[in-house]
């Protein structure tokens, strides 16, 4: 596809995963991605307060089915999405967080607006990706976009510092390369037959005293994703 | 459904697990836990083998463990494996996906009778039906979910947390299992107004409430700007108490009544707030009007804030202990009036008024 910026690199990412909508909240180190979302197709909403953000993107996907995005900006932005990253994680909600992150030469040094955001959600994340180089984005978004929708689903973060979305790349959307991920969606056979036989044999309450026969209590739970239910 | 049905097995939702068994089904039990029927917690109680799908065996939903359906046998199918064991005793785990389990599952057993256990949990269902005791003064959240449920059938359901949330996960009516929202693992007040506004986005054609406190509310109002900006005519259904109701229930039945913290005292006037953001106001005070602003609400095409108030003792009920077996669930309201909900059995039509102990 050619050169483009970092920031073009992302969007162009999002429309291949077929996002139509983004929820956030812009600050300093987002204004170059910012700036290329002003000539994108992508819807993007504008919330009060990045909290929200990050819920309404929750509720999205819960809604849809489809993978939620959100985006907010360093620091404060990002610790505000906090909250909603936690929320999205406890109830196996397919979820894409953008935070900015201050450039990479600031990292660590307490640059005005800088937070360890991946450190932060590192336990309410399913995955979280500090990108240092423009060329990896592409690599980057279509892992988290896989990794967010499949097994039990579950939020990714990506942290974007400032030069990430402004330098350079030559574009090519990778294919998926995750040795070390694989959801297990096929069950065993042995486990179904051990299963059916166990539904079989229930005789209802085991207390003799009452005239119990048959039949066990299904706990059902968690809507019917498309292909699975409530995995990560 | 087609498992469930070829053998004959009652079954019960978690919170997160609302919509995915139409709640009309004889073979519904509704949610379980601390919040849930009493007919699914004494099903659960005395089962003899339970098959989990997806659900995770969280506090709210076994009680004490120790004393957590002692005769039952677990099977557990979950995509997860560090999810099997992880609460409880798991004695045949199926890791995979859920859907094709439960097919294959279906193909691998043969069809049972209903038997004396489902008479037995049929007498649970209308022995100790979920309902409310009706106030001819008082503005029952009950009933407004009942109301909201039959007025607009197909709508998306989005809450809060808190009372809010149980009352609206208790009388929720759909069988679909993507108009139930809610933020069941961390609990987050201030999920569903913003959520509401996603699913709204997400789903256009859909009528999208949130169900509100006005403590939840509050905490993410904000977003009215959002909501009023971008044409997402989501409506909020405030159930007013002017209370952190459920923290102030706790308080009520095991704090000797001392309210510290709890109380809002009913500020800010939402129809003035709903207004000042560009949306629609409505006000709720006497159970006469409910019906007439929830109408006006779904006739609505702007964003709608509707006021309901109730009063601050209104508790969510049944209620397990926390710490508690689920066999040890309360009753705390006489019921007067079952829930109209589907949750009757064959022979047993839980709309008639039933007589029943305090």
């Keep these: 596809m050619g050169k483009m910026s970092g920031a073009e690199a992302i969007l162009e990412c999002l429309k291949l995963e077929g996002v139509e909508i983004i929820f956030g909240l812009p600050g300093g180190v987002l204004l170059p991605l910012y700036d290329a979302i002003y000539d994108s197709d992508i819807r993007h909403i504008l919330v009060r307060h990045e909290q929200a953000a990050a819920h309404a993107a929750d509720g999205y996907a819960r809604a849809t089915g489809r ?68 060329k990896e984005i592409p690599r980057v978004f279509r892992e988290a976009f896989y990794i967010a929708r499949t097994g039990r689903p579950g939020p990714v973060l990506i942290d974007l510092p400032r030069d990430v979305t402004v330098n350079e790349l030559d574009f090519k959307y990778p294919e998926i390369n995750l040795p070390g991920y694989s959801p297990n969606l096929k069950v065993h056979n042995l486990q179904i037959k051990r299963a059916a036989a166990a539904l079989m044999e229930a005789e209802g309450p085991s207390s003799t005293s009452e005239a119990g026969s048959s039949t066990p209590t299904a706990t059902g739970s968690w809507w019917g994703w498309p292909r699975r239910s409530r995995p990560r | 459904m087609g498992l469930a049905e070829k053998i004959k097995a009652p079954v019960t939702t978690t919170l997160m697990g609302i919509g995915c068994f139409p709640e009309d089904h004889p073979l519904s039990l509704g949610m379980l836990g601390m919040h849930g029927t009493k007919y699914a917690n004494y099903a659960i109680q005395e089962a003899d083998l339970i098959l989990a799908v997806g659900a995770r065996f969280d506090d709210r939903v076994t009680g004490k463990v120790a004393s957590f359906a002692p005769q039952a046998r677990v099977i557990h199918v979950d995509v997860d494996p560090a999810e099997i064991g ?151 259904i405030v159930l007013n108490n002017g209370v952190l109701g459920m923290v102030r229930q706790w308080q009520d039945l095991f704090y000797e009544k001392r309210f510290s913290g709890t109380t809002l005292n009913r500020i800010p006037d939402f129809v003035k707030v709903a207004e000042a953001y560009g949306g629609l106001g409505l006000r709720a005070t006497k159970p006469s009007e409910v019906e007439g602003v929830l109408k006006e609400a779904i006739d609505s095409d702007v964003v709608t804030v509707v006021d309901i108030i109730i009063s601050p003792d209104e508790k969510v009920s049944p209620m397990v202990p926390a710490g508690a077996s689920l066999s040890e669930i309360l009753e705390l309201e006489k019921v007067d009036q079952a829930a109209g909900i589907q949750r009757s059995y064959p022979g047993y039509p839980a709309s008639e008024v039933l007589e029943l102990e305090g």
């Design chain 1, 67 to 134: 993978v939620g995005v959100c985006l907010a900006t360093s620091g404060p932005g990002a610790t505000n999405l906090v909250t909603g990253i936690a929320t999205a994680y406890m109830d196996s909600v397919p979820l894409v967080a953008m935070t900015g992150q201050v450039p990479t030469n600031l990292i660590g040094k307490d640059a005005f607006q800088e937070a360890d955001i991946t450190g932060i959600t590192m336990p309410v994340t399913k995955h979280s990706y500090l990108v240092k180089d423009a």
């Design chain 2, 86 to 236: 992880k609460n409880v005793r798991v004695d045949i785990p199926v890791v995979g996906d859920a859907k094709s389990a439960l097919a294959e599952l279906a193909k691998a057993v043969e069809e049972k009778p209903w038997s004396p256990w489902n008479d037995k949990v049929a007498g649970w269902k209308n022995d100790h039906p979920l309902g409310y005791a009706r106030d001819g003064e008082t503005i029952k959240p009950q009933a407004v979910l009942e109301m909201l449920c039959r007025l607009c059938p197909e709508a998306v359901i989005v809450t809060e947390v808190g009372q809010n949330q149980m009352w609206a996960a208790q009388f929720f009516t759909h069988g679909d299992p993507r108009r139930f929202i809610s933020s069941g693992g961390l609990g987050t007040m201030g999920y569903g107004f913003p959520a509401a506004i996603g699913a709204k986005l997400g789903c256009p054609d859909a009528e999208v409430f949130d169900i509100a406190g006005d403590g939840s509310f509050q905490m993410n109002i904000q977003e009215l700007a959002t909501a009023v900006i971008n044409d997402v005519a989501v409506k909020v």
